[in-house]
């Protein structure tokens, strides 16, 4: 759209923004230019984190499941961007990691995160899985809430696409290994109230 300057405005006799009636016009017609431009800007973001929380796991889940967004701020509410069935939730990539690390959780699982984003308990009575075919982000495999690597915390510096399994029994995971190194599925954050299975998966890619 081109805006032309129009040398009657700045005419005292001629202005035609002085009336009340005629500013309110002009500001009127400046939210209805501006406002299909923000709302298309609105939904772009949503699609986008749609697709990005779609990513993280098989369509037979990712396609039907409801799609949360992360909180706007710590302990705050996470927005339905799309309705679902209520046995799957998917969430976007996390804004705050730098790694690409959408999710898809069942019922149990999204349980487990609440509790472990809330440094609260966990309370898991029945299996539960959880997709994150993208990978992740680095974190150690022996502390839930480290920030980096230290000597004794076995920090992975590379997200690997992985399944996620909960037990409602600890002592079931005794027998496994807990190495991510080695070539199959361990056990993350043993002795922690948030142990749980990590499975290796061969990175996902969404038809578009």
């Known amino acids: 759209m081109e805006i032309r300057y129009d040398a009657a405005f700045s005419q005292p006799e001629t ?39 779609m990513s993280a796991a098989p ?3 990712s396609g039907s ?7 706007a ?21 996390m804004p705050a990691t730098p790694g ?5 959780l069942d019922q149990p699982w999204l349980a487990w995160a609440q509790a472990w984003m809330s440094h609260g308990e966990v ?17 150690s495999n022996t502390d839930p809430y480290a920030q980096g690597a230290t000597m004794d915390n076995e920090w992975m510096t590379e997200g690997v696409p992985h399944l996620m399994i ?7 995971l005794a027998g496994l290994p807990s190495d991510p190194d080695n070539g199959g599925p361990w056990v993350m954050w043993r002795d922690t109230p948030y142990v749980h299975i990590m499975a290796p998966m061969p990175l996902y890619e969404p038809n578009e």
Not at 25 to 42: E, N, T
Not at 73 to 93: H, I, K, N, Q, S
């Open 15 to 53: 202005n035609q923004l002085r009336s009340p009636m005629n500013r309110l016009l002009f500001f009127a017609l400046c939210a209805l230019l501006l406002a299909p431009v923000s709302l298309a800007q609105a939904f772009s973001d949503d699609d986008a984190k749609i697709r990005s929380a």
């Open 59 to 61: 369509h037979f889940i």
């Open 65 to 71: 499941a409801t799609i949360l967004d992360w909180p």
């Open 73 to 93: 701020e710590e302990g705050g509410e996470m927005a339905v961007l799309r309705e679902g069935r209520d046995d799957w939730t998917c969430l976007p990539d």
């Open 100 to 104: 690409n690390d959408p999710m898809c």
């Open 123 to 139: 309370n898991t009575t029945q299996m539960g899985f959880g997709y994150m075919l993208q990978g992740g982000t680095a974190e």
């Open 166 to 172: 909960i037990v409602s029994d600890a002592d079931m």
